[in-house]
């Protein structure tokens, strides 16, 4: 299995500190400027953000990314930090900062991010099986506003040429629309 890949926003200190944590393929950017192109090349797993109160924007930039961010602050603006990041999805974690600590955020983020692909596949999968009802939905209307047949009839005709014909529904209720369509 490929490493994930984490982008490290920071320096070679705070590198040092997260490669003798977890086995992971870190990249380092210094500046967010920098951090953006990159992300513009490459899919990244993980963003690390060291957040400093001197880099203006770095927060509104944590907030934009599509990615799972990890910020990093100093204990003494930690709340601080935590109010702006409400809503946000950020993770935040204030320094000085153990390794366990470190390693098992990275390892509930992974975690996370295994439940919501889960969870996407299973929306997209629902997402698409509603498309498919509609489908057949208005096929039904159709047969009943052309034929003046109950919508059971309906159902049932598409049914039944469903199975005489081993497709599904929803390719029958689309056949059918192309060639009231016509």
């Known amino acids: 299995m490929e490493a994930s890949k984490v982008l490290v926003i920071g320096n070679e200190n705070f590198l040092a500190l997260l490669k003798n944590t977890a086995n992971y393929q870190y990249v380092l950017s210094?500046?967010?400027?920098?951090?953006f192109s990159k992300l513009?090349?490459?899919q990244f797993d993980i963003v690390v953000i060291l957040y400093s109160q001197t880099q203006s924007g770095l927060l509104n930039f944590a907030k934009s990314l599509n990615a799972q961010?990890?910020?990093?602050?100093?204990?003494?603006?930690?709340?601080?930090v935590l109010y702006q990041c409400k809503d946000s999805g950020i993770i935040l974690?204030?320094?000085?900062i153990k390794k366990q600590v470190l390693y098992e955020t990275f390892q509930m983020m992974k975690s996370l991010k295994s439940k919501i692909l889960m969870?996407?596949?299973?929306?997209?999968k629902?997402?698409?099986?509603?498309?498919?009802?509609?489908m057949v939905d208005h096929c039904k209307l159709v047969l009943i506003s052309n034929y003046h047949w109950?919508?059971?009839?309906?159902h049932h005709y598409i049914?039944?040429?469903?199975?005489?014909q081993q497709k599904t529904k929803f390719l029958v209720a689309k056949e059918l629309l192309e060639e009231f369509s016509k």
Do not use: G
């Open 159 to 164: 049914e039944q040429i469903a199975m005489e």
């Open 40 to 42: 513009r090349n490459t």
């Open 150 to 154: 109950s919508e059971e009839k309906a």
């Open 93 to 96: 974690l204030s320094y000085p």
């Open 119 to 124: 969870y996407e596949k299973k929306i997209n």
């Open 69 to 80: 961010v990890l910020m990093v602050c100093k204990q003494e603006i930690y709340d601080q």
């Open 30 to 35: 210094k500046t967010y400027n920098d951090a």
């Open 126 to 134: 629902l997402e698409q099986k509603y498309l498919e009802l509609k």
